[in-house]
């Protein structure tokens, strides 16, 4: 893992991610050590970035910016899934690298996993899929209370590779942690 020190100082808050935060955007969006693991590549232009944000973040129904002391360094996302899978959502996150390692993440994804329950009742299973060569967003989720189920085999094409995946959960009835 790479970054700073090992614990952070400071507020983790999370809140809409806004178009004013782009220049804070393309500090972990254009980096390929964050990117690695993501299904999308890294940016290259603002005027995409921009694209992203209007039409894929502002609509989306729960995607934050992660900040630390009220600037954003990573997002979170919590997808939801529809028809007869709608008790299950999605969990989604990343992190500027020089981030890495101070337990922020985790303290992001514990803020989502004891709220989203209550904002949306409907949710029964919080979900999320890591790829098996990502050891440190396995270890976010773990000590975010989240219980490792298994490894999906050849789950999905990444980046022209197709992945091994790990998928984690956390029930809308497991303590909170």
Same mark, same amino acid.
């Given at each position: 893992?790479?970054?700073?020190?090992?614990e952070?100082?400071?507020?983790?808050?999370l809140r809409?991610?806004?178009l004013?935060?782009i220049?804070?955007f393309?500090?972990? #969006?254009t980096d390929?050590k964050?990117?690695?693991?993501c299904?999308?590549?890294?940016?290259?232009n603002?005027?995409d #970035?921009?694209?992203?944000?209007?039409t894929k973040?502002?609509?989306?129904?729960?995607?934050?910016a992660i900040c630390?002391?009220?600037q954003?360094?990573?997002a979170?996302?919590v997808?939801?899934?529809?028809?007869?899978?709608?008790?299950?959502g999605e969990?989604g996150?990343?992190?500027?690298s020089k981030?890495?390692g101070?337990?922020i #993440?985790?303290?992001?994804v514990?803020?989502v996993?004891?709220?989203?329950?209550?904002e949306?009742?409907?949710?029964?299973r919080?979900? #999320?899929?890591v790829?098996?060569e990502?050891?440190g967003?396995?270890?976010?989720?773990e000590?975010?209370?989240?219980?490792?189920e298994?490894?999906?085999?050849?789950?999905?094409?990444l980046?022209?590779?197709?992945?091994?995946l790990v998928m984690?959960?956390l029930?809308?009835s497991?303590?909170k942690?």
């Amino acid at each position: 893992m790479e970054g700073g020190g090992n614990e952070f100082t400071g507020e983790i808050t999370l809140r809409p991610l806004e178009l004013s935060d782009i220049d804070d955007f393309m500090v972990w #969006a254009t980096d390929e050590k964050v990117t690695r693991f993501c299904s999308w590549e890294p940016y290259t232009n603002k005027e995409d #970035a921009i694209n992203f944000i209007n039409t894929k973040v502002i609509p989306h129904p729960w995607f934050r910016a992660i900040c630390l002391n009220g600037q954003p360094i990573g997002a979170i996302s919590v997808t939801k899934n529809s028809g007869n899978d709608r008790c299950r959502g999605e969990l989604g996150y990343v992190l500027g690298s020089k981030y890495w390692g101070r337990g922020i #993440a985790t303290k992001a994804v514990k803020q989502v996993a004891n709220t989203i329950f209550a904002e949306w009742p409907h949710l029964e299973r919080l979900e #999320a899929i890591v790829d098996v060569e990502n050891p440190g967003s396995q270890r976010v989720l773990e000590k975010a209370g989240f219980q490792r189920e298994g490894v999906l085999r050849k789950y999905m094409l990444l980046k022209g590779r197709t992945r091994d995946l790990v998928m984690f959960s956390l029930l809308s009835s497991d303590p909170k942690s």
